[in-house]
């Protein structure tokens, strides 16, 4: 009598430690999928944005940009007004519009039919 109800326990023992393992399979089966998943999202994520470093770098360059800037804007790479000497920079709490060379400064402007750009100009 004793040894039948130890064979149905152990019997009972053995299915719930089946269903539990074929659980524990199971989750684990889910979970290889969506890593899967997750690292075929990465590989694409990465592939999108070394195309868009690359196309920064395109877009980014500096010799495109002083291109288009001389193109549309009629802007060029000489400078306006050339420091010679530190001595020539403002010292710090002076108002720089006392000093010559910054009052003879002059600047230059691309010349546009319906522009809404106004010059003004400071004189003491």
């Not at 691309?110 to 809404?116: H, R």
Request: charged share 15%; aromatic share 4%.
């Amino acid at each position: 009598m004793i040894a039948r109800v130890l064979n149905f326990f152990f019997v009972g023992l053995a299915a719930l430690s089946c269903l539990a393992l074929y659980r524990v399979s199971e989750n684990t089966r889910v979970a290889n999928m969506e890593l899967s998943s997750v690292n075929h999202q990465i590989a694409q994520e990465k592939s999108t944005m070394n195309v868009l470093q690359a196309e920064w770098q395109r877009v980014a360059n500096p010799a495109r940009i002083q291109r288009l800037a001389q193109a549309h804007l009629g802007m060029s790479d000489t400078p306006v007004m050339e420091l010679s000497s530190f001595e020539m920079l403002p010292r710090r709490g002076a108002n720089p519009m006392d000093a010559n060379p910054v009052q003879n400064a002059s600047a230059t402007m691309p010349a546009a039919t319906n522009s809404n750009l106004h010059l003004v100009v400071a004189r003491n």
